[in-house]
């Protein structure tokens, strides 16, 4: 099937604790992205790659820390995890990147700092 | 900064009737696409509709029509004959400008269809 995959889909860890979640698409898109939804469902952009290069950093602490391999794999590496980070994590994908094609999502990692 | 505003937090509808759901933004562009998710309980985000602003004719899918109004900055999502299946989160979205385009998201609309 063709779609943006992620896993886990649900990560419960503890503070202070190293984690990571990865994406793949496999719909040949040239940009993708990582989406914060927070416990209010509010979702905030973080990342964004286009063909492996990093082109949107939002204020993020840089415990967050994206690798591209490739332009369909984008993985978000979290070191030192805190209770604040507990949130739905999505990937997801674009075409173009420029604003003009919708994003594909994937269907989220629940992260749980315990 | 632009901005997307959704005033409507929660909203319920009966099973088969219509309603609607308001968005308004703020921008300085003038061409541009707007977009509508919706996220069900599976908390799966899908795309609902789009809407391009150099086009006057409104959106339609199916059941789900837009009501573009570009000089209001104006976008509402209309949902015909609605379905339980229809209850969810209902994002609308709009992407920034300046090179690095990232789509910013409206708070969201709880929508309950009830039978």
């Known amino acids: 099937d063709t779609a943006v995959s992620q896993t886990p889909k649900y990560l419960v860890t503890q503070m202070g604790n190293d984690k990571s979640i990865k994406c793949e698409q496999n719909l040949g898109h040239d940009t993708m992205y990582w989406y914060k939804q927070d416990s209010k469902k509010f979702l905030k952009i973080m990342f964004s790659y286009n063909n492996k290069e990093l082109i949107i950093n939002e204020t993020v602490p840089n415990r967050f820390s994206p690798k591209s391999p490739d332009k369909a794999h984008l993985n978000l590496h979290i070191n030192s995890l805190e209770l604040g980070d507990s949130a739905v994590y999505f990937c997801a994908s674009s075409q173009s990147g420029t604003g003009r094609s919708p994003l594909h999502f994937g269907n989220g990692t629940r992260l749980t700092v315990t | 900064a632009q901005t997307v505003t959704q005033s409507q937090p929660e909203m319920s509808v009966q099973e088969a009737e219509t309603v609607t759901l308001s968005c308004t933004y703020d921008t300085s562009e003038n061409n541009y696409y707007l977009f509508w998710y919706k996220q069900p309980p599976s908390r799966q985000m899908i795309l609902v509709i789009r809407q391009e602003a150099y086009k006057q004719q409104n959106a339609t899918e199916n059941r789900f029509s837009v009501n573009f109004q570009k000089a209001a900055k104006s976008f509402s999502l209309k949902i015909s004959d609605s379905q339980l299946g229809d209850t969810a989160m209902y994002f609308c979205?709009?992407?920034?400008?300046?090179?690095?385009?990232?789509?910013?998201f409206g708070k969201g609309t709880k929508l309950t269809v009830n039978p």
């Open positions: 979205a709009f992407p920034t400008s300046g090179g690095s385009e990232k789509l910013v």
